[in-house]
């Protein structure tokens, strides 16, 4: 589990970032969406994480 922050963006849009990830940011049109987007975002990161050993 890891912390998630969303926040109003810009243009009406939801930001949703993930401070233990560094750059790990998203947004979506609802905060709902926005928290979507982020655990896709989480679970790409990773797995990119994973596959390089970082």
Same mark, same amino acid.
């Given at each position: 589990m890891r912390? &998630?922050? &969303?926040?109003?963006? /810009?243009?009406g849009y939801f930001v949703a970032e993930c401070p233990s990830l560094s750059g790990c940011i998203s947004q979506g049109v609802s905060k709902e969406d926005?928290? /979507?987007?982020i655990k896709e975002a989480i679970m790409a990161y990773? /797995?990119?994480l994973n596959v390089h050993d970082i």
């Open positions: 912390q &998630v922050i &969303v926040y109003p963006g /810009e243009s926005a928290l /979507e987007n990773t /797995e990119a």
